[in-house]
């Protein structure tokens, strides 16, 4: 859910219809974001993102990273551009849920740390 998307535009002092044209989408549809109707696809998140010039945590509402975040870096590439695999990555565990996606993550993190 895009917890501060209506926060964070209005600092820019923009509408929702001049955000929608630099994004090329309707009107409508940037409403819908805002009011948490529909999610935006990773790659739409992750433009609104760079027009707002802030991370796509910070859109999210996501302020507390886990101890596991904070090892792998999360603190530091928080302003700085992700991949769009990596953004994707982002969504797909946002949408398992805590439990399921923290559960999820750590066996990951495992994972690549077996791998090193």
């Not at 760079?50 to 596991?68: A, H, I, Q």
């Not at 792998?72 to 302003?79: C, I, L, N, P, S």
């Not at 990596?86 to 999820?104: M, N, S």
Request: aromatic share 6%; glycine share 4%; with cysteine.
């Amino acid at each position: 859910m895009l917890k501060n998307l209506k926060s964070i535009r209005r600092e820019t002092n923009l509408s929702q219809k001049q955000v929608a044209e630099k994004l090329n989408i309707s009107q409508q549809t940037y409403s819908d974001y805002e009011n948490c109707k529909t999610e935006p696809s990773s790659d739409t998140l992750t433009e609104i993102a760079k027009l707002f010039d802030v991370s796509v945590d910070e859109l999210l509402g996501r302020e507390d990273f886990t101890p596991e975040e904070r090892a792998a870096g999360a603190m530091a590439t928080r302003k700085e551009s992700i991949t769009p695999l990596e953004d994707e990555l982002l969504y797909v565990f946002r949408r398992l849920g805590k439990k399921h996606g923290e559960e999820i993550q750590r066996s990951i993190i495992t994972m690549i740390e077996k791998m090193g």
